[in-house]
């Protein structure tokens, strides 16, 4: 979860939730996301919502589960009191952080509650994310009995001096044996890399992503370096200790990214997302959680910082874990702030999320200056013309590497 939050209002000690949530909530699919805030290390580049031994402030690793329990039955009077409709998870994502510094007991403890409260449905796909250097084969096995089907590794990268530049801490040789040992689990497997460290050369991500495809991973993410405000990364760069990013060798990175995962037999279903291609229409490779965020699905986000959405209404938790476990002590939401979706700001969401997305947008569904500028879109050749007849917006590979551009104009350079 990013660092900084939105300006809103302050969220209701109880969670209330408006009428307006429940309306067409039964048609809505339902996910779950727990975010873990904790990490060994804080990496450099990173500005998500979390916290090293030293910066918890008296909050307890050891009482997080119990707190993010108590957090869904909380959820689950909300919702009731709410009226929104009782529909069984279809994902559980469990991120942070590193889910995986915690005791394999604590996770499967927090499955078992949310599955407790809402249910699953029989195909619930069930993510965790993790360090190469935090799991063993026995973890990841008591994963999958618990009821884990898939599992995230940060990879990065496969190149030392990448790794050292973002911080990260694991050896990039113990990739090949944590995917193993999953496989050999039974878990599904993806592997996330970074492209666009300062430092780092085409022939390095061109390393990295051979490393990557030789494991033959389910599912392969790739995003582009984005530098934060308030990182020590970002520090870095100002003072001129590390070499800025270069946006024209991100470009290429991203090229090659697309070259060397299709000839994989790697399809992207979105812009940063590639799936291994099967011949099985009942499989499916994708991220089925982070897709429920981009086609603007219903989600419940447990735990410090972690985001919710549920018809238009959307609210984040207070940051700290010593504020969130206070607030969990005295029986109140952990809820910081929430917004109301705008019509306006609905549709803004909705061409900006899903034109991310293989066939995500569809055209029926733009206003009058969106559908007028698909034609220039397709001219340019940022927008796949076959597609287009199909009635979707499919990006072409240079759609993908303009994708804020195509959105501008299908919203009429609206801001974004």
């Not at 779950?32 to 979390?50: A, E, K, L, Q, S």
């Not at 915690?102 to 499967?108: E, F, Q, R």
């Not at 986000?301 to 940051?319: D, E, F, I, M």
């Amino acid at each position: 979860m990013p660092g900084a939050l939105p300006i809103a209002d302050p969220a209701p000690l109880d969670g209330a939730l408006p009428d307006s949530a429940a309306v067409g909530s039964e048609s809505r699919p339902w996910s779950v996301y727990i975010h873990v805030p904790f990490c060994r290390v804080r990496c450099g580049y990173c500005d998500f919502n979390t916290y090293t031994s030293e910066e918890l402030r008296g909050a307890k690793r050891s009482d997080y589960a119990t707190e993010a329990i108590a957090e869904m039955a909380l959820a689950s009077t909300v919702l009731s009191q709410a009226g929104v409709a009782p529909r069984e998870a279809s994902t559980v994502f469990f991120g942070g952080g590193t889910p995986t510094l915690l005791p394999v007991t604590d996770l499967t403890r927090m499955l078992a509650a949310a599955r407790d409260t809402w249910g699953f449905t029989p195909d619930v796909e069930i993510t965790t994310e993790a360090n190469p250097d935090s799991v063993d084969r026995d973890y990841l096995l008591a994963l999958k009995e618990a009821g884990f089907s898939r599992v995230s590794f940060g990879m990065q990268s496969a190149v030392p001096h990448v790794l050292a530049t973002l911080e990260r801490t694991h050896d990039p040789e113990r990739v090949p044996h944590v995917v193993t040992w999953a496989r050999e689990v039974g878990l599904d497997v993806s592997l996330d890399l970074i492209y666009g460290t300062p430092g780092e050369s085409l022939a390095d991500w061109e390393r990295s992503l051979d490393h990557a495809i030789a494991q033959s991973p389910d599912h392969i993410s790739a995003y582009a370096l984005i530098i934060e405000t308030g990182t020590k990364l970002a520090a870095q760069i100002r003072r001129g200790v590390v070499a800025p990013v270069d946006d024209d060798l991100q470009a290429d990175m991203y090229e090659l990214a697309e070259q060397k995962l299709s000839a994989a037999g790697y399809e992207w279903y979105e812009v940063s997302n590639w799936g291994k291609a099967s011949n099985d229409p009942d499989v499916s490779n994708t991220s089925r959680h982070n897709l429920g965020y981009w086609l603007g699905n219903d989600w419940w986000g447990v735990g410090p910082g972690a985001h919710s959405h549920v018809g238009g209404v959307r609210w984040w938790n207070v940051k700290h874990p010593a504020a969130y476990a206070d607030r969990i002590a005295a029986g109140h939401s952990p809820g910081a702030g929430r917004e109301t979706l705008a019509d306006s700001s609905k549709y803004l969401e909705h061409v900006l999320l899903r034109t991310r997305v293989r066939n995500g947008l569809h055209i029926n569904t733009l206003d009058a200056d969106g559908r007028q500028a698909v034609a220039g879109l397709i001219a340019d050749e940022l927008v796949d013309a076959r597609a287009a007849l199909s009635g979707t917006i499919e990006l072409t590979l240079k759609g993908r590497l303009l994708a804020d551009a195509v959105v501008r104009r299908l919203l009429g350079d609206a801001p974004i």
